[in-house]
């Protein structure tokens, strides 16, 4: 079936052939403010016209590129006036900034940024990591990788669009990240002298007492109530997950950290309530300085 494309104006001047034999009736004017590749390409002497000439379709000059049509339908209508166009996959936006780079066009490329930092990145950070490492795009590579800590390592090879030499750099990281996340969750038992704002698994967890509580006649000598984390059971099984997902997004998931309060809290209420001080102000903080642990101290040398 043939890419249907606009690209069919009669008053177009040349004529862009793709590899899979699909014409593309474009302007010389346009493409050459789009990309200084087209532009010395137009500014080349034209051949003269021939009865079986295959240079020429209707009068115009034919450029037969390397592209398949559906990379150059894209790439063309990043340079005309008019929406961009969508991508249904990472391998077709590949195919295109691949393009945009042999062409110059930078439009493409800071368009195509935008794009590997958005939805992209949530589906398949190894992908976008794959992409940006091609592409040599540095900080789109960076976060990638930090976002890929979240998702399960595949095997090698499963990602065709990832180079093997970025995605053996990609898991030599990703291993120092677990033995830092691993360091990380021991150092935070014992408490560190003169560091304010840092969490330590040994605090307690405060949180006042309910209105159900009181009117059962719970109610304690004090309007605070306090419990202890379970300091041992919560750092085991923060580093059994932090090996498979190094990352504080990763603490934040740890459901098992609610089990570790006390659990001879007699109003349902205070137990809710417990739990939500846990997750709304423990752990985002301990997740924060986890992150912040790997940035500091686990580079991503890439090189390039």
């Not at 990609?170 to 969750?185: G, N, P, Q, S």
Request: glycine content about 2%; hydrophobic content about 45%.
């Amino acid at each position: 079936m043939r890419l249907e494309h606009p690209f069919t104006k009669p008053s177009a001047d040349a004529i862009i052939r793709s590899c899979d034999n699909v014409d593309f009736r474009v302007h010389r004017a346009i493409l050459s403010e789009a990309s200084p590749v087209f532009e010395a390409m137009f500014s080349l002497p034209r051949p003269q016209l021939s009865a079986d000439d295959q240079e020429h379709r209707d009068g115009l000059p034919v450029i037969t590129m390397t592209e398949t049509a559906a990379t150059l339908d894209a790439v063309l209508r990043f340079c005309y006036p008019m929406p961009d166009p969508d991508f249904a996959s990472i391998d077709a936006l590949a195919e295109v900034l691949e393009a945009a780079r042999k062409y110059a066009i930078d439009v493409i490329l800071a368009h195509a940024v935008r794009l590997l930092r958005g939805s992209f990145l949530d589906e398949n950070p190894f992908a976008v990591f794959g992409v940006a490492y091609r592409m040599q795009m540095k900080e789109v590579a960076m976060l990638a990788a930090r976002e890929s800590l979240k998702k399960k390592m595949p095997e090698a090879g499963v990602l065709p669009v990832v180079p093997a030499a970025a995605f053996a750099a990609l898991v030599r990281w990703r291993a120092r990240c677990v033995t830092t996340a691993i360091k990380f969750m021991h150092g935070r038992t014992d408490p560190i002298p003169d560091l304010e704002d840092v969490w330590y698994v040994w605090e307690g967890v405060q949180w006042e007492l309910c209105t159900s509580c009181k009117n059962l006649h719970y109610e304690q000598n004090t309007e605070i109530h306090q419990d202890a984390l379970l300091q041992s059971d919560f750092v085991e099984d923060a580093i059994a997950a932090l090996a498979e997902h190094p990352c504080g997004a990763t603490l934040m998931r740890c459901k098992t950290v609610a089990l570790k309060v006390i659990p001879d809290l007699p109003c349902v209420g205070c137990q809710k309530e417990a739990v939500l001080t846990l997750h709304d102000d423990i752990l985002p903080g301990l997740s924060e300085a986890l992150d912040l642990t790997l940035e500091e101290t686990v580079p991503l040398n890439l090189d390039f």
